[in-house]
């Protein structure tokens, strides 16, 4: 296990992976680990992180995957099961040199995908929690529609100068996740067997009005999860519900954390 600092690089396998750490006051308080979305990164997270921190009490730990931020690149086109590769590969070593005692994992997008396919993968005992915050099972129509239109913004409008800002080497980032979506044989991606065996309690957190995924992701949850799912759904937030309306989704994650974060001393996150 590493011994953290509050920023750095954390070296699993060939990568480097760019992170940040919000310690906890309580050496036996859990952690929050967070997975960003598929053009997110450490930074495009925000303040989001210290809020949950001092709503929870928790630990949190924050990272860029491959080709994120200030991560190292990946060699593109990514494969189509890069979400799998992540989860089955890359995550487990991440959690295996981290303080992860105990926690939850929290995803937004690709990162929730990323979430479900490690708890429904691993039995791990440390693991006590999903938060999934527009999180994608299948692909949807208008998933590829909305993925095909920014697309032609990076490539017309000043967002890639945006998007610049937070990444490191932002074709690697961006191509990396568009590439993969665009491909037509993504269509058949499908990640919902994993759910039936998650064995730990869910949370999903969907926007009224995600531009990329219906409320039929969060039906899917439903049906295929054996354990309890929480479900916020919140009226006139988009894909980044955390950013569209904040105080609603930190309050949602804060609940649901204190109930699954009870450790067997009946104690909470706060």
């Known amino acids: 296990m590493t011994n953290l600092t509050p920023t750095g690089l954390l070296s699993i396998g060939t990568a480097s992976l760019e992170y940040k750490w919000l310690a906890p006051q309580s050496a036996d308080a859990p952690t929050i680990v967070m997975l960003h979305e598929g053009l997110g990164s450490v930074g495009l997270w925000g303040d989001f992180p210290e809020k949950l ?10 990272y860029s995957r491959a080709g994120y931020g200030q ?3 990946v060699t593109l086109p990514r494969p189509l099961d890069y979400m799998q590769r992540e989860a089955l ?16 994992l929290l995803g937004h997008s690709d990162g929730g995908s990323i979430a479900a396919i490690y708890a429904g993968s691993h039995q791990d005992h440390r693991l006590q929690g999903i938060a999934l915050m527009a999180p994608h099972f299948i692909v949807e129509d208008i998933s590829v529609m909305s993925i095909a239109g920014i697309k032609t913004a990076y490539e017309t409008t000043d967002l890639k100068a945006k998007l610049a800002r937070w990444h490191k080497d932002v074709d690697n980032a961006f191509y990396g996740w568009n590439g993969a979506w665009l491909d037509p044989k993504f269509r058949d991606w499908d990640i919902s067997e994993y759910l039936a065996y ?19 992701q969060v039906e899917i949850a439903q049906e295929e999860c054996y354990c309890p799912v929480d479900l916020k759904i919140i009226p006139g937030a988009g894909h980044s519900p955390h950013r569209d309306a904040p105080e609603a989704t930190l309050d949602a994650l804060a609940q649901f954390a204190k109930a699954a ?6 104690l909470q996150a706060a």
């Open 53 to 62: 921190q001092q709503a929870t009490s928790a630990g949190i730990f924050v």
């Open 71 to 73: 991560s190292s690149p």
């Open 89 to 104: 590969d890359v995550l487990p070593k991440v959690l295996d040199a981290i303080p992860f005692k105990r926690g939850l």
């Open 198 to 216: 998650v064995r730990v309690p869910v949370m999903v957190v969907q926007g009224v009005d995600d531009q990329y995924g219906t409320l039929r």
């Open 261 to 266: 974060l009870r450790d067997d001393r009946g």
